[in-house]
């Protein structure tokens, strides 16, 4: 499985991002997925997970009500919708593909990582 993330960029503080994360198996609609993110000089941390229906969504304390993760099955696309961005949202956003069909928190869930975008929020 082959993923690809876009959707990055700067945007000011405030503003609203979307990151979208191509596979390129149909396959991987039957997994779980989740986007994590890495800041420079730390590590690599959980921001969002879904279920592989959709039908569950998990979110990291700190993006909570501001990002919301999404998927559309027949594209085999998931989505992350960035909302009321603060500058400690920059990072390199990664999607990866679970090795079930949920989705947990830990990077080890994850089997398959796509290349990152990058999101840079200016204050």
């Known amino acids: 499985v082959q993923l690809q993330a876009y959707g990055g960029g700067l945007v000011e503080a405030g503003g609203s991002l979307r990151l979208s994360c191509a596979a390129s198996k149909r396959t991987a609609s039957n997994n779980g997925v989740g986007w994590f993110r890495q800041a420079s000089g730390k590590e690599r941390e959980f921001v969002a997970a879904?279920?592989?229906?959709?039908?569950?969504?998990i979110y990291a304390d700190n993006v909570q009500g501001r990002f919301t993760i999404s998927r559309d099955r027949a594209q085999n696309t998931v989505y992350l919708q960035l909302n009321s961005l603060k500058p400690e949202d920059t990072a390199v956003y990664y999607c990866a593909v679970a090795r079930s069909a949920f989705s947990g928190r830990a990077l080890t869930d994850h089997a398959y990582w796509g290349q990152g975008t990058q999101v840079t929020v200016s204050s």
């Open positions: 879904i279920s592989w229906n959709g039908g569950s969504t």
